[in-house]
C-alpha cells in the first residue's frame, strides 16, 4: 500500500523539481541578462510543473491513494514553483539600478504576487478542510475557483515577461526598459489581487458540450492541430493569449453579475463570497 501512495507523490516531487530548477537557473544569471530563450525554458518547465500538478491530485484519486500528506505536500510545492519561481523570473528579467523608485516597485510586485499566492493556497486548504463531509460545498468548489488558482497566475505572470521579450512583443508593443519594467510590476501586483480576491473563477470541469460524438472528436482534433501549430511557432502568442483570456473572462462574468445585483438570477453562481 505505502508503493501505491508513492506514485501521486513523485509526480509531485517532480513538479516541485521543474520549480526548483527554474529558480536555480535564473539566480545564476545577471540581473537584467535573461534572454529570450531563457525566458521561453522557464515558461515551458513551469507548464510541466503545472501539468505535474493536475496529474499528481488526479491519480492520487485514482488510485485512491489520497492522504493528508500528499495534500499537504502538493500546496507546498506549488508555492514553491507558482508562487516564489515567477517572481524570481520577473525580478530576474529587469535591467534595473538599485535603489531607486522603480526597483523598489518591482519588489512590492513580486513579494505581493507571493504573499497573495501563499495565501490563496492557505485558503483553499481551509475550505478544502470545512468542505470535507460536505457533498453540496465539495460541489461548489470544484465547480469554481475563489480567487484565481496559483497555477493560472504563474503561467500568466511568466507568459506576459515571456510575450514582451519575444520578437512578437518587440515587434507590436516596444517598450523601453523602465516602461516594461512598470507594466509587468502593474501585472504582477494585479495578479496578487485576483488571487486573493473573492472573485469567482469558473473551474474547466464545469464546460460540458451536448454535441455528437462525431462532431465532437472533429472539432477536438482540429483545436488540437491549431494548437500544436501555435504552439511550435507562436508559443509566446498562444501561453499570453490561453491565461489571460481565462482571467478576462473570469472578470467580465464577475462584473455582470454585480451589475445584476443580487436579487437576478443572472450569473447567480458567480456571486463573489461574502468576507468572514
Known amino acids: 500500500m505505502r508503493r501505491v501512495y508513492l506514485i501521486p507523490n513523485i509526480i509531485t516531487a517532480f513538479g516541485l523539481a521543474c520549480g526548483l530548477f527554474v529558480i536555480f537557473k535564473v539566480t545564476m544569471v545577471e540581473p537584467g541578462s535573461g534572454t529570450f530563450q531563457g525566458l521561453q525554458a522557464a515558461a515551458v518547465l513551469l507548464l510541466v510543473a503545472a501539468l505535474a500538478d493536475v496529474l499528481d491530485g488526479a491519480v492520487a484519486r485514482m488510485i485512491r491513494a489520497e492522504s493528508e500528506f500528499g495534500f499537504m505536500f502538493d500546496s507546498l510545492a506549488d508555492a514553491v514553483s507558482f508562487g516564489v519561481a515567477p517572481s524570481v523570473v520577473f525580478l530576474k528579467s529587469l535591467s534595473l539600478e538599485q535603489g531607486t523608485g522603480l526597483a523598489f ?4 510586485g513580486a513579494m505581493l504576487f507571493s504573499i497573495c499566492g501563499v495565501l490563496r493556497l492557505v485558503r483553499f486548504n481551509v475550505k478544502t478542510q470545512e468542505a470535507k463531509g460536505d457533498p453540496h460545498a465539495t460541489a461548489l468548489q470544484k465547480k469554481h ?3 484565481l488558482p496559483i497555477p493560472a497566475g504563474a503561467i500568466a505572470a511568466v507568459s506576459a515577461n515571456l510575450f514582451l521579450a519575444s ?25 496578487g489581487f485576483f488571487m486573493v480576491s473573492r472573485w469567482k473563477f469558473p473551474s474547466l470541469k464545469v464546460l460540458h458540450f451536448r454535441v455528437a460524438s462525431f462532431q465532437l472528436v472533429f472539432f477536438t482534433a482540429l483545436l488540437a492541430i491549431f494548437v500544436l501549430y501555435g504552439i511550435l511557432h507562436f508559443f509566446p502568442v498562444i501561453l499570453v ?19 445584476a445585483g443580487k436579487k437576478s438570477k443572472t450569473l447567480e453562481e458567480f456571486e463573489p463570497e461574502e468576507e468572514e
Open 167 to 191: 520578437p512578437f512583443g518587440i515587434s507590436f508593443l516596444p517598450m523601453e526598459p523602465e516602461t516594461q519594467a512598470i507594466v509587468l510590476s502593474t501585472l504582477m501586483v494585479l495578479l
Open 241 to 259: 493569449i490561453i491565461p489571460w483570456a481565462y482571467i478576462v473572462l473570469a472578470c467580465v462574468l464577475s462584473i455582470i453579475r454585480l451589475i
Open 105 to 108: 516597485y518591482a519588489i512590492v
Open 145 to 147: 475557483f475563489t480567487g
